[in-house]
């Protein structure tokens, strides 16, 4: 289940690589299903009690710009 989280991040605009720079190291990694239009980021949190949890951050693509959006699963 999705569940959408507010964020102050969600509208800005970033390019692919500052977001990969940015994040890769704080442990998100770049999720499948890559389309030309969006993409995702996902952060494993926990899963401790069995159950995986994911910070899931969807970008859409802006003519050569990315745009992220916060959703957690």
Not at 60 to 73: D, F, S, V
Request: glycine share 10%; aromatic share 14%; hydrophobic share 35%.
């Amino acid at each position: 289940m999705m569940i959408r989280i507010e964020s102050s991040i969600e509208g800005k605009q970033f390019t692919l690589g500052g977001l990969k720079e940015v994040l890769e190291p704080m442990g998100f990694t770049v999720g499948g299903n890559w389309e030309y239009d969006h993409a995702y980021f996902d952060f494993k949190i926990d899963d401790e009690h069995g159950d995986q949890q994911y910070l899931r951050s969807r970008l859409k693509h802006l003519t050569g710009i990315w745009r992220r959006t916060a959703y957690a699963c």
